[in-house]
């Protein structure tokens, strides 16, 4: 086992160290989270039950590795030992945590065995001693799960911790090696590895189902450099045409590629996938980028850029946990996962011609996007960015475009039209949020044709209430005052007639949709603000928890 595990940091060290091409840098949250533990190795793994904090030490001189926990409530707190080991390097130990149970593999008399221990009372308690080597993959806290390798193979096992029963989840032939074993909601998951012995790779994600027989969920795998699963979700590192983060969805069968190149480590917490971009590491400055992709949203982001070293990373539910190295070794951090979204508030950058930062939401706009923000509309059109820039798969060419959010609008930056007035073009905001709210606006009641204002594209009239307004604002094409092309461009058609609708805040006011907007009939304001946009942005974004 010592070699498995120093031949994968061995080889995931190479590729660090081969290929280094140029990478924007990002504003760093690391001002968001806090340091609550550290610790003397460069790479701790530390895990989390959402109580207390696990990790490894390694042992110095002659004294062995340690296993260590505190509770993350007491920061302040010393860290108590959960076990000594009998290895010196915490590299080779497996380990993990979960409704206050922890679980490891320890070497003595000669074999691998599985403890567990309950951190509350310090019960500790053998799950697997034998002759044999059995190896710890996994605890829910109600259960712990193990392999043991034999010469008829490998066994995955499951031994209940209020019964003590074992149970034989499923058997792997003995030319195969099991790695990163994960409980979803489907069952138990794992990826069968051979050729570790050869460095030529054979690999495969395999599904022990809760009602039915182990299945092969995909093969023709390469090795695999990292892998995480959670909900319906198994993400994983491969070498296979390239290094890069694929993410399967076990109830669909979906598979999405999530990164270029140069990609490892990836975890998940069902939803928000995080992995760590080797490309700008070298020998001398071994760096490690870390980036995250929202798997609801098609949304890609940049989270640390700015050449720190991150190690292990754990996600949850709605916090990180990561590693940081510092000199004096490393320094365990944990904090909201919503401090490493694009919506997170940045430092404000230096100051430069090209950007514009807003500290009423802590977002710049630079470049391309800050000149169409200032040319076509600016704070009363568009309102404060709400994001930095990242990006997102457009729905309707199917491609990453560099993508940021204001209060109303969406902008998307197009290169194939750098040159041209649609070089940065808008989210079609209106359509997404009634389509969000379950409404078809094509099954909307439609505008008598004989109507001011009516388009035939779409059925609709636009309001009396709205025209001048819709007439008089567009996007800047060089047209004189401001053209039909230009007032298009900028809101879209009509998508609904005018209606009595209560919007967000609670206002109850004449309302029509457009297919970049929606406007707002407020008769008690004064004249210039009477047509009020909504914040389409701000609530598509409230929509998707960012």
């Known amino acids: 086992m010592r070699f498995r595990y120093a031949a994968l940091w061995l080889i995931v060290g190479l590729l660090g160290a081969s290929l280094l091409p140029a990478r924007a840098t990002h504003a760093s949250p690391l001002a968001n989270l806090t340091t609550i533990a550290t610790s003397s190795a460069q790479f701790p793994r530390p895990l989390s039950d959402g109580t207390y904090l696990l990790w490894a030490e390694p042992g110095q001189d002659a004294s062995p590795a340690r296993l260590l926990a505190k509770e993350i409530a007491s920061p302040a707190a010393a860290p108590f030992v959960v076990a000594e080991l009998a290895q010196l390097s915490e590299l080779d130990v497996a380990y993990g945590i979960s409704n206050g149970v922890a679980a490891w593999s320890d070497f003595r008399d000669g074999s691998w065995n599985v403890y567990s221990r309950r951190l509350p009372d310090g019960l500790t308690f053998p799950i697997a001693a034998t002759p044999g080597d059995e190896y710890f993959q996994a605890t829910d806290g109600a259960q712990v799960i193990w392999t043991r390798k034999g010469d008829d193979g490998t066994h995955i096992l499951s031994r209940s911790l209020a019964t003590r029963q074992v149970t034989t989840i499923a058997s792997v032939p003995s030319d195969y090696d099991v790695y990163y074993l994960r409980r979803v909601n489907a069952g138990i998951v794992w990826f069968e590895i051979k050729g570790i012995t050869a460095l030529v ?131 365990i951090q944990r904090g909201p996962l919503s401090a490493l979204l694009p919506s997170a508030p940045e430092p404000a950058p230096a100051e430069s011609a090209s950007v514009r930062f807003f500290p009423s ?66 989210g079609r905001l209106g359509v997404e949020t009634l389509q969000q709210q379950g409404r078809d606006w094509q099954q ?42 230009e007032a298009l461009a900028l809101w879209g058609y009509p998508i609904s007639p005018a209606q009595i609708e209560t919007n967000p805040d609670g206002d109850t006011v004449l309302t029509q949709w457009f297919e970049r907007a929606r406007f707002e009939w407020h008769p008690d304001n004064p004249q210039e603000y009477r047509v009020l946009l909504g914040r389409l942005g701000a609530e598509l974004l409230a929509a998707r928890g960012w």
């Open 201 to 331: 790779f054979t690999g495969k994600l395999r599904l022990a189902p809760t009602d039915g027989a182990p299945r092969t969920l995909v093969e023709n795998l390469g090795w695999i450099f990292g892998a995480d699963a959670a909900g319906d979700v198994v993400t994983y590192a491969t070498n296979q045409n390239d290094f890069h983060i694929v993410a399967y969805n076990i109830a669909t069968g979906a598979q999405r590629t999530l990164s270029a190149a140069d990609a490892v480590g990836p975890v998940t917490n069902g939803r928000y996938v995080l992995w760590r971009d080797t490309s700008r590491s070298s020998p001398d400055v071994p760096t490690s980028d870390i980036y995250g992709y929202d798997l609801a949203t098609n949304s890609r982001f940049p989270v640390v850029t700015d050449g720190r070293q991150i190690g292990y990373i754990a996600l949850y539910p709605d916090q990180v946990l990561w590693s940081l190295t510092t000199a004096d070794g490393a320094a």
């Open 361 to 426: 939401t802590g977002h710049a706009l630079a470049d391309a996007f800050k000149e169409f923000w200032e040319q076509r509309g600016g704070l009363p059109v568009f309102g404060y960015p709400l994001t930095s820039a990242y990006s997102e798969i457009n729905a309707d060419l199917g491609q990453f475009l560099p993508t940021q959010y204001v209060e109303r609008q969406r902008f998307e930056y197009h290169a194939e039209h750098v040159g041209t007035p649609y070089a940065v073009e808008l």
């Open 444 to 485: 909307l009641p439609k505008a008598d044709p004989a109507s001011p204002h009516y388009f035939a594209e779409t059925g609709q009239a636009i309001d009396a209430h709205f025209w001048d307004y819709w007439r008089t604002h567009g996007l800047e094409f060089g047209d004189p005052d401001v053209s039909f092309r």
